[in-house]
């Protein structure tokens, strides 16, 4: 089994905690064919659909999926 990035790992424990753990299931397999890049910008998508992108920011920076610098 190859091994889960970081990424991945934060991403999918973002939407176990927002959505519950039948969809972060969904999205893991999903994920398990995607870059880095592609998981970071869907995580950023789906979440500020869901919360709106000041909380999606908040999430992302405490997970560390993001720094304060990388978005303006």
Do not use: R
């Amino acid at each position: 089994m190859p091994e889960q990035s970081l990424i991945k790992t934060k991403a999918v424990e973002i939407i176990s905690d927002y959505m519950g753990e039948d969809t972060a299931k969904m999205y893991s397999e999903f994920y398990q064919t995607q870059s880095d890049d592609v998981i970071l910008v869907s995580i950023t998508q789906l979440m500020t659909e869901y919360v709106g992108d000041v909380q999606t920011k908040e999430i992302l920076e405490n997970k560390g999926l993001i720094n304060k610098t990388n978005h303006g």
